[in-house]
């Protein structure tokens, strides 16, 4: 599950906007922002940002049990 401030992140960068754009707005640093990124990739079982709109569209991926 991913946590309310990863998938802020994701939501901004699903809207197009760069690392920096985003770090600018949340007042962190690029990599905090590109390390959230990747948690919300690895989490949302997608390979990057372009594909990060389908994946918080889509339910997450099943865990096995």
Known sequence: VLGTTVLEVAA?????????????????????????LARAYRMLGVGGRSELARGLAAPPPSRPA
């Open 12 to 36: 901004l960068a699903a809207s197009g906007l760069s690392d920096a754009e985003i770090a600018a707005r949340r007042g962190r640093s690029q990599r905090t922002i590109s390390n959230q």
